[in-house]
């Protein structure tokens, strides 16, 4: 049973290239979550999905796309990365939003 | 923007001390629940208390809510250096999703 779990861990990109980060879980979680959190700032929810192909807006969506094409996979994408989306990335799944599980994160960096 | 807003946002306090976060909110929520992040870690969940109670206890955690005021506080009993750590509140509306505060960092000083 791994939990959350999140692809790459690190990751340095060029300005206006392309990523798609990856969250896997297998606790048969329906709610799945993503997350940046930047200093002093706390976490702010970027997408999140209730649902097997169902995606929703979160606070902070520009420049990201989802993904939930299977139930354990919510994947996130940056199009054409900007200095801006420098940032800790976070995956979470939850059961019906009764306490999240976080994935261990990934660090992003755009030059 | 957030949510819940933790006060202090910086604490040291000396081991063995007990650690007393606050949370403050805006707006009707179902239920609130408390995280605690080590430094380079994801978040751990902590607590949930829903809104229709006023006092939750793990082990040396207790939560209080106070809807009316629309806070919480988090006290941390018999603190240890292993409690160093931010810890943030995350209120919920409508079981969806969560929103954030931007914590408090917690220091033990052995």
């Known amino acids: 049973n791994a939990g959350v779990t999140q692809t790459p861990k690190f990751r340095v990109l060029k300005t206006g290239q392309s990523m798609t980060l990856l969250c896997a879980q297998d606790?048969?979680?329906?709610?799945m979550y993503w997350y940046r959190q930047d200093p002093g700032m706390g976490l702010r929810l970027i997408h999140y999905?209730?649902?097997?192909?169902?995606?929703a807006k979160g606070e902070v969506p520009d420049g990201y796309n989802v993904s939930r094409l299977k139930k354990q996979n919510f994947l996130l994408g940056l199009e054409s990365a900007a200095p801006s989306q420098t940032s800790v990335y976070f995956c979470?799944?939850?059961?019906?939003?009764?306490?999240?599980?976080f994935g261990p994160g990934t660090r992003l960096t755009v030059l | 923007s957030q949510q819940g807003e933790e006060d202090p946002q910086a604490l040291s306090i000396q081991e063995g001390e007990n650690a007393t976060m606050n949370c403050s909110y805006k707006?009707?929520?179902?239920?609130l629940q408390w995280y605690r992040q080590n430094s380079g870690r994801g978040l751990v969940h902590l607590i949930l208390i829903r809104s229709n109670e006023r006092e939750k206890h793990s082990g040396r955690l207790r939560v209080t809510l106070d809807t009316s005021k629309k806070s919480s506080s988090l006290l941390i009993t018999a603190s240890r250096a292993a409690d160093t750590a931010s810890y943030f509140c995350a209120t919920v509306f409508g079981n969806e999703k969560l929103t954030f505060g931007t914590g408090t960092r917690l220091t033990i000083i052995p």
């Open positions: 999905s209730v649902g097997e192909g169902t995606t």
């Open positions: 606790m048969n979680h329906e709610y």
């Open positions: 707006t009707s929520i179902n239920n």
């Open positions: 979470a799944s939850s059961y019906q939003g009764l306490g999240e599980f």
